[in-house]
């Protein structure tokens, strides 16, 4: 049988291509399942800090954003590559994103630098990598397959070999554009909790290279910046790095939902999400594998709204800071009736950037709000405290409970 030529590949990708997205653009398209990854675990650390290891973090956050993304949308389905510190090999990870039929893929990792003084996030994307330094990332992203009992799986993948990665952009299409799309987005939102803006990046990655769906990789921070390392660590910050990651899924769902049912014109936001600016420093990135498939905590349902929320009342301490207890999000507005939530009584909601944040216990010290989490998380095992002042504006619970305490 004669050999295909890369021509006549080339060819029948973009023909595939085109009859994809013919089929995506005249159907009704959704958001029905993601996949939470969180990088290395068992005997592969990942990056290592000063106090502790890359892997708890990553399935720290990444069981935070899996359980919120399933309690706020009762249509989207949540597996997980792994659920406890495991072992899983890169293409396993695909292979269980693929095997569901996957409408995203998430990877959830953490940062290192032989500089201490490096810090804040970024977000990857597979696809060639614009300088030296990403493609040094990549390099040592994908050396952990050194790990692996078989490193056959990788053939055709090769960090260094444009032309293969050109063909890969072929084949995933539209997958592309819409993973820098969603880069942008959560890019967006984790400044919003003051991190720096490393920015988004492309570059190839293993971990992604075999998945059929749109799909990114999260640098949380790095590990090896002692200040950074610290904040990482804190559940309370990985509560909420995990609710912007949730935000931009949000943001993500709505937009592509509409866009591909031609609800909006399709213009994509992505155009300009690569900025021309790409990072001089050479980051150390971690090795990465991991995973298994699990179903996360129980959903929210939703019931007709009876009667006006309990809204959160102005505190009466000297410092007009109150702490709550955010068990979910969703941009459905509930009642407050137990039935709703897991029978938890006197749940209120806040409503912010778009969404309802429900809550749960409103005190004025951080002793009292910390029995009520135990009874939360019975409930609501991602759940966390957050800090407020007397306008409702968020606040740093670290800082809150210096002025309360």
């Not at 702490?323 to 029978?343: D, T, W």
């Not at 749940?347 to 912010?352: A, G, N």
Request: glycine share 6%.
């Amino acid at each position: 049988m004669q050999t295909m030529n890369k021509k006549q590949l080339i060819t029948i990708l973009l023909c595939l291509f085109c009859a994809i997205s013919f089929a995506q653009t005249n159907s009704t398209y959704a958001v029905k399942t993601v996949v939470i990854d969180a990088g290395h675990g068992g005997k592969d650390p990942g990056a290592c800090g000063k106090i502790s290891k890359e892997k708890n973090i990553t399935l720290a956050i990444a069981l935070k954003v899996g359980s919120l993304i399933s309690g706020g949308c009762q249509d989207v389905k949540v597996i997980y590559t792994r659920n406890t510190d495991e072992f899983i090999e890169l293409h396993k990870r695909a292979d269980i994103a693929n095997k569901a039929k996957a409408d995203l893929f998430i990877s959830i990792h953490v940062n290192a630098n032989p500089n201490p003084e490096a810090y804040g996030t970024d977000t990857w994307t597979m696809g060639l990598a614009k300088n030296e330094a990403n493609l040094k990332v990549a390099k040592m992203e994908n050396d952990v397959i050194s790990l692996e009992s078989d490193a056959t799986q990788y053939q055709g993948m090769s960090a260094n070999d444009n032309e293969a990665i050109i063909l890969y952009r072929l084949q995933q299409g539209a997958y592309c554009d819409n993973s820098l799309a969603l880069a942008g987005m959560v890019q967006k939102q984790l400044q919003t909790l003051g991190r720096k803006d490393r920015s988004v990046h492309q570059a190839p990655f293993l971990v992604l290279w075999k998945t059929a769906m749109p799909s990114i990789l999260i640098e949380t921070g790095f590990i090896t910046n002692p200040e950074e390392e610290i904040w990482l660590n804190s559940p309370e910050n990985q509560a909420e790095m995990a609710y912007s990651i949730y935000q931009a899924f949000i943001e993500y769902k709505q937009y592509i939902e509409r866009r591909t049912n031609g609800q909006i014109e399709n213009t994509t936001t992505n155009k300009d999400v690569v900025k021309k600016q790409e990072q001089t420093t050479k980051p150390q990135p971690q090795k990465t594998q991991t995973e298994k498939t699990v179903q996360p905590a129980e959903k929210v349902q939703p019931k007709p709204v009876e009667k006006a929320q309990v809204q959160p009342q102005k505190p009466a301490n000297n410092n007009d800071i109150f702490y709550g207890i955010q068990i979910g999000a969703g941009s459905e507005k509930l009642s407050s009736s137990p039935a709703n939530f897991n029978g938890l009584e006197g749940v209120y909601y806040i409503e912010e950037n778009g969404l309802y944040k429900y809550y749960y216990g409103k005190t004025t010290t951080y002793a009292e709000i910390s029995e009520l989490l135990k009874k939360a998380k019975e409930k609501y095992p991602s759940a966390f405290v957050v800090a407020r002042d007397g306008n409702n504006n968020k606040l740093q619970v670290s800082e809150a409970r210096k002025k309360t305490n």
